[in-house]
């Protein structure tokens, strides 16, 4: 009997997973607990293993695809089993407009359409011109999809239009469709055109030609995953919107070196985590969030929510990229906890199979570039967020005690904030505050 | 005395290329050892449609009686036809000299021969006279094509065989004309001889007369010419001359026709030849022809040819432009010779015009077309000259691009049409483009136009 593969839900906001990669063909031989496929989320990447053994007998959906949760991905069975049976939708409850032709319907025409886009300067749809560029055109009669845009945001303007009118497209009217803007051509046209025929034989710019011929490979082009364009689209998003300041400072991190030296030494007696200075900060600044609740909060739509218990987002650097699990009740938990907490995160983060929902919910962030010997920095805010602080390396610095000159051992702090919400003031007075924490680590942990 | 260039052969592409190169101030010496002009303008293109002009003016008026004009008695003077035919020569030929002495080309009337690369450049011999220079142009033309055929070379030698260049001479119409090899030339003396009351027997090795033009419009032609009384052996091969016939074989068969004179007119080869090109190592194939690239330069450096000596064309339109982007490439501007959109012409009676792909090159160039045929009576000029005329025009679109890659045509005033077409193909403008064109109204070139509307 075949069984269906599905794709799974991963967490309840889920609803559909990009299919990233196959690691088996149809036809292949499939053992229990071998990769079917590979799959993403917004926010993570998944491996779907087999639990049944046979023959893939039929595959619905390619690379690349965006699948909605819990349609059937594949079908293993028995080589010849008849799977005519099984539609890419049986495992989903069915909807009312695909069910009258859910019959009829075959695997192969339910595919969804994979559209192929041609390669051109511009196209009419989201050409970006300026009143004065149109207006020339428009008089000069050029064909503006092959102005070369140089205004802002890729905006065609009045000197590139000037261009192509005193250019001219280099091209023959025919050979325009499969022209690309920039590519180089061996033109043998009247005039210097490039003709149909010259399209074919595109050719490299001699400069090139040496290397490539020793198999020096230019560059390569990937397609950005899911996760990256997710982050692509928030960190701009984040720089746009916000009017973001970020203000420094240091406190003297001798009490939590010694206090950390402290715990490691006693660890293994007293069944404790391996405590890190990141744990440290992430518990001090979740105990002194509380008290400074704009830093403790969402923006968006003109409305802010400030949150009563602190959702402390972590910054993991991860081979997929930078994600940002999140310690729910933050404030709540011991020292302890959270260190146990956090190193959970990162693992799932990194191995990624943590769960989507977990990469959501913060109310405020903290990331940590201090061990790559970072002395400042200017963190991003995590949208609708309000703030996010940077942990930065430890410095020698040397201060007065007593008529005295002693070294220390001080740590950077850099907290961003969005202005737009946050006054400069308040947000020292939170950075003055948990600098203090820390530096008197003892005290607060005795509160 | 060293020239920037020496040029062998006077004819369109020798003569064309002397005034371009003189004219962007290079210092030319011209060799031509017959007459300048070359073949083109002294016993081909030229002639042979001031002969025709005649024979049209005599068709008139033969034929007048359908248009309401009543000619009671015409008659034609070959000798007449003949001497007005030299004085057309002739005043072209004063043309084309004068045109190199105002450009201050030296031309030297020998025969020239190429002897070696010096440190000095390039050695040319006349007549025991040493010339150099530091390019060489070679466009030294081409002559008929004469096969070892029994009688052939005795009947030449007679003046019963005739080729291009006596048949423009006869100062008498022969009784019974045979001309061997249906392609331009062959078609273009039958339509003449025929209008000027020979009979006339094409014997052709093909089963098509014209050559590589349409397979509709070649027959449509040939059915024309029957109805005129001009004789067709197609898929013939003549197996030998005797005094006063041709035997020629068909589908096993022989048979034998009596001629006073026979045309000799189955193709051309280059006349590379006794010109000294081995001497320097210039590369021809195994026709004879030089290799040349896309930019006319042959595989010796500063060395380039042009015309009917490469066997690409052999035309004399192309030899023009050949010649010029020999020397746009020698004096420093890149220049690409282009053979896709040459037009090509019959001057028979309807006119034959073609450029860019037929149905059969392009379907053997696996080319994703679609053609339409017209009859020519969708133009109104051709309703009304030409009583009962039957002519078409087919035209060649590839769908790909929607670009005019091919137009054919059969009917008078298609010699003068077909640049059109031919510009339409060479700039590669799609069919929408080309239905934004105004064409005059009424002529014979809206054909064109109807043509595409039918896409």
């Known amino acids: 009997m075949a069984t269906a593969v599905i794709m799974p839900r991963q967490g309840n906001t889920v609803e559909s997973c990009v299919v990233s990669k196959w690691h088996k063909k149809k036809g292949d031989k499939v053992n229990v607990g071998d990769i079917l496929f590979t799959y993403e989320t917004d926010k993570a990447t998944f491996d779907e293993e087999s639990k049944v053994e046979g023959v893939l007998l039929e595959t619905y959906f390619e690379e690349g695809d965006d699948v909605p949760c819990l349609l059937n991905m594949c079908v293993i069975g028995e080589e010849g089993e008849d799977i005519s049976g099984f539609t890419l939708d049986g495992a989903q409850e069915s909807k009312p407009e695909s069910q009258e032709n859910k019959d009829t319907k075959t695997v192969e025409d339910s595919k969804p359409e994979r559209k192929k886009e041609p390669i051109k300067a511009n196209d009419s749809e989201s050409l970006k011109i300026s009143p004065r560029a149109k207006s020339l055109a428009d008089k000069t009669g050029v064909d503006v999809l092959y102005a070369e845009p140089t205004g802002p945001n890729n905006r065609v303007i009045e000197r590139d239009v000037q261009k192509l009118a005193k250019d001219g497209t280099k091209v023959t009217s025919a050979a325009k469709s499969g022209y690309v803007e920039g590519a180089s051509y061996n033109a043998t046209g009247i005039g210097g055109r490039v003709t149909v025929d010259d399209l074919s034989k595109q050719v490299q710019p001699e400069h090139m030609l040496a290397k490539t011929e020793e198999g020096f490979v230019e560059y390569t082009e990937e397609k950005l995953t899911n996760i990256r364009k997710v982050i692509a689209r928030t960190m701009h998003s984040s720089i746009s919107e916000m009017a973001q300041l970020t203000m420094n400072s240091t406190f003297d991190a001798t009490g939590i070196l010694n206090y950390r030296a402290m715990v490691k030494a006693n660890a293994e007696r007293l069944g404790l985590a391996n405590i890190t200075i990141n744990d440290i900060v992430v518990y001090a600044a979740a105990k002194t969030l509380l008290s400074h609740k704009d830093l403790n909060a969402h923006f968006a739509n003109d409305v802010m929510k400030r949150f009563n218990t602190v959702h402390m987002g972590v910054a993991i650097d991860t081979p997929r990229g930078l994600m940002v699990p999140t310690v729910f009740n933050a404030d709540m938990k011991s020292l302890n906890d959270i260190s146990l907490q956090v190193k959970e995160l990162a693992a799932k983060s990194k191995s990624g199979s943590i769960s989507p929902d977990l990469l959501s919910g913060g109310t405020f962030t903290i990331t940590n570039l201090g061990n790559l010997g970072v002395e400042s920095f200017t963190p991003v805010i995590n949208p609708p967020q309000t703030a996010i602080l940077g942990v930065c390396g430890l410095t020698t610095r040397v201060k007065e005690v007593n008529g005295q000159l002693k070294a220390y051992q001080a740590m950077g702090l850099s907290l961003t904030i969005d202005h737009r919400v946050v006054d400069g003031a308040p947000a020292a007075r939170f950075l003055q505050e948990l600098c203090s924490n820390l530096e008197n680590f003892e005290m607060m942990l005795a509160k | ?455």
Do not use: W
């Not at chain 2, 010419?225 to 003549?238: A, M, P, Q, T, W």
């Not at chain 2, 001629?259 to 021809?284: F, Q």
């Open chain 2, 1 to 455: 005395m060293k020239y920037d260039l020496i040029v062998i052969g006077g004819g369109p592409a020798g003569y064309l290329a002397s005034e371009r190169a003189a004219a962007k101030g290079l210092n030319v010496l011209l060799f031509e050892k017959r007459n300048l002009g070359g073949v083109c303008l002294n016993e081909g293109c030229v002639p042979s449609k001031a002969l025709l002009y005649s024979a049209k003016i005599y068709d008139y008026t033969k034929h007048s009686e359908q248009y309401g004009i009543k000619v009671t008695e015409s008659s034609i003077d070959q000798q007449v036809v003949i001497k007005r035919k030299n004085k057309v020569v002739k005043t072209l030929v004063t043309g084309v000299k004068a045109a190199l002495k105002h450009h201050n080309v030296t031309v030297v009337e020998k025969t020239a021969k190429i002897e070696k690369k010096s440190s000095e450049g390039y050695v040319v011999s006349a007549d025991n006279e040493k010339y150099l220079a530091n390019r060489l142009l070679i466009c030294a033309g081409s002559v008929p094509i004469m096969p070892p055929i029994p009688g052939l070379h005795e009947g030449y030698e007679k003046g019963f065989v005739l080729t291009n260049r006596e048949v423009l001479d006869l100062t008498e119409i022969p009784e019974n004309l045979v001309i061997v090899g249906g392609g331009v030339i062959g078609l273009e003396m039958a339509s003449y001889y025929n209008s000027v009351g020979s009979t006339v027997t094409v014997v052709e090795m093909l089963d098509k007369i014209g050559g590589p033009i349409d397979d509709e419009i070649s027959e449509l032609l040939r059915k024309e010419y029957e109805k005129k009384g001009v004789i067709f052996n197609l898929g013939s091969k003549v197996t030998s001359f005797t005094e006063n016939s041709v035997i020629f074989e068909k589908d096993g068969k022989s048979y034998e026709i009596l001629a006073d004179k026979t045309l000799v007119s189955i193709g051309r080869r280059p006349a590379t030849k006794d010109l000294g090109l081995e001497n320097i190592g210039v590369e021809t194939d195994k026709r004879g022809a030089i290799i040349t690239d896309s930019f006319g330069r042959t595989n010796v450096a500063e060395v380039y040819a042009a015309g009917d000596i490469n066997g690409i064309s052999m035309l004399a339109h192309t030899a023009y432009r050949e010649a010029e982007v020999c020397v746009n490439n020698m004096t420093g501007k890149k220049d690409i010779m282009r053979y896709n959109a040459i037009p090509s012409v019959i001057y028979t009676n309807p006119e034959v015009a073609s450029v860019g792909e037929t149905e059969a090159t392009a379907k053997q160039k696996n080319m994703n077309f679609e053609s339409v045929k017209l009859s020519m009576k969708f133009s109104g000029r051709y309703v009304a000259e030409n009583e009962g005329g039957n002519g078409i025009c087919k035209v060649l679109r590839e769908k790909d691009t929607n670009r005019l890659i091919g137009v054919s045509l059969i009917g008078n005033y298609a010699s003068e049409l077909i640049y059109g077409a031919a510009m339409m193909i060479e700039t590669q403008m799609t069919v929408e483009d080309i239905k934004e064109l105004v064409f005059p109204h009424p002529t014979v070139c809206e054909i064109i136009r109807e043509a595409l509307f039918a896409f």
